[in-house]
């Protein structure tokens, strides 16, 4: 692995909030990001695996392939206990391709209203309602096309979700993740927060680990 010598490294990514996350993650070791946003004439790649791993390195691989650089790519999703795991590696798409992230938002708060068992926590003082404990997870794939070598990474950060939204921060399902040890929602933090409780920080930690 070529590892991550260059200054600037490429995530095959086209969510600009990951790609501000590993922004400020990466600046503390001086590095720049790029990410396929400023190669609009790259194809959308298809992420068709049934597994959060195979989709990032599949992401990882046609990135890495076509631009002959080192690359990571992220695949995350959210798992909520109650809906059996769901939306999992469809966290994208909840809501129906090209969902909007405030469209997924609805329809896992639709699901949830759906099923008629106990909340899965005691209610918050103002009466916010946790529906469900859930996990969100964050699968990292670092490939170099010189080698066809892969360095892969797991983090996860458990939660409730709750039946409204709070906060401006993050991207996603971070409005409706409830954070019990911290009493906030994740789209309530800083990017700086986030990063050290979530699920990308966490793998984001993992693999410079290996790296080094
Ligand atoms: O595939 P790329 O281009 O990286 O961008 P994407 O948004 O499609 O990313 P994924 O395929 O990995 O799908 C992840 C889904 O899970 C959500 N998600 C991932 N990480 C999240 C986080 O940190 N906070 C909130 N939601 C998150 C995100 O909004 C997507 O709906
Ligand atoms: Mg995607």
């Known amino acids: 692995m070529k590892e991550l010598s260059d200054k600037r490294i490429l995530i ?6 990951k790609v501000k996350e590993f922004a400020h993650a990466l600046s503390k070791l001086g590095k720049e990001v790029a990410s396929l946003n ?7 790649i298809v ?30 999703g959210l798992r909520v206990n109650s809906l059996g795991g769901a939306p999992g590696v469809y966290s994208a798409r909840y809501a129906g391709e090209g ?9 896992l708060l639709a699901e949830l209203a759906k099923l008629d068992g106990a909340d899965a926590a005691e209610p918050l003082a103002d009466g916010t309602r946790l529906l ?16 066809g070598e892969f360095v892969e990474t797991e983090g996860t950060v458990d939660g409730y979700i709750a039946d409204r939204p709070r906060g401006e921060g993050g991207f996603g399902y971070d409005p409706l993740f ?14 700086e927060e986030k990063q050290q409780i979530s699920h990308r920080g966490h793998a984001l930690e993992q693999l410079l680990d290996k790296l080094k």
């Open 12 to 17: 095959a990514t086209k969510n600009e909030g």
């Open 178 to 191: 409830w954070l019990p040890q911290l009493g906030r929602a994740m789209a309530e933090l800083s990017k």
């Open 47 to 76: 992420e068709d695996g049934d597994t959060f791993a195979a989709n990032a390195r599949i992401k990882a691989k046609a990135a890495g392939d076509a631009f002959q650089v080192v690359v990571l790519a992220d695949d995350s």
């Open 132 to 147: 469900s404990e859930a996990q969100f997870v964050c699968t990292l794939a670092l490939y170099d096309p010189s080698t």
């Open 38 to 44: 400023d190669y609009p004439d790259f194809p959308d």
């Open 99 to 107: 969902a909007t992230d405030s469209g997924n938002n609805a329809k």
